[in-house]
């Protein structure tokens, strides 16, 4: 099969301002050092606009921050034209798969949709949990499972 000159990915949460951008951050650092940065483009964008034109929330850079990633993202909501535009679409939670199931505007576009913890190696979660309520432990919950799952998603993407 011919190789695709282009892949594209988009990380979808519900506000696009802690596991999304931190999905994207984790992966455009692990593509750039597999040298793959021109054969894969990755982008982040939430369910709901309500934090449109915001950075990252501040405890997630700063966790991030820890670990070398630094989330330069800013906040907004999913368009119809992603769904043509994107390869792949990936959602945190049974909720952002439902949400961007309602949204998609024809059958190959559901197609694109997928659940991050799919590409989990250690499945130990079956979906990445919302850390804006939470206490420390979830940001670092999300770090640990987008690091496992975006590692995954780079091997499966890697054979095509
Ligand atoms: P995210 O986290 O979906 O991982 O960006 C949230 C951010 C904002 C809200 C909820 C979750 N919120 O309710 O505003």
Same mark, same amino acid.
């Given at each position: 099969?011919?190789?695709k000159k282009e892949?594209k ?12 951008p931190?999905?994207?951050a984790?992966?455009?650092?692990l593509v ?8 894969i483009?990755? *982008?982040?964008?939430g =369910? +709901? %606009? ?7 929330d501040?405890?997630?850079r #700063?966790?991030?921050?820890r670990?070398?990633?630094k ?6 909501p999913?368009r119809?034209?992603d769904?043509? *535009?994107f390869?792949? =679409? +990936? %959602?945190?939670d ?9 949204? #998609?505007?024809?059958l190959?576009?559901v197609?694109?949709?997928h ?5 989990s190696?250690?499945?130990l979660?079956?979906y990445?949990p ?6 420390a ?12 799952a975006?590692?995954g ?8």
């Amino acid at each position: 099969m011919e190789k695709k000159k282009e892949y594209k990915i988009l990380f979808v949460c519900l506000g696009n301002i802690c596991r999304s951008p931190s999905a994207e951050a984790v992966m455009k650092k692990l593509v750039q050092d597999a040298g793959l940065s021109d054969r894969i483009k990755v *982008d982040s964008a939430g =369910i +709901i %606009g309500y934090h449109e034109g915001e950075q990252a929330d501040p405890r997630m850079r #700063a966790h991030a921050a820890r670990r070398g990633y630094k989330l330069d993202s800013i906040s907004r909501p999913v368009r119809t034209e992603d769904f043509f *535009d994107f390869d792949l =679409i +990936i %959602g945190m939670d049974n909720r952002n798969i439902d949400d961007l199931k309602r949204k #998609a505007p024809d059958l190959e576009s559901v197609a694109k949709i997928h659940q991050m913890t799919e590409y989990s190696r250690n499945k130990l979660y079956d979906y990445v949990p919302d850390p804006y309520y939470s206490g420390a432990e979830g940001f670092e919950l999300v770090l640990d499972l987008l690091e496992d799952a975006c590692g995954g998603l780079l091997e499966e993407i890697s054979l095509l």
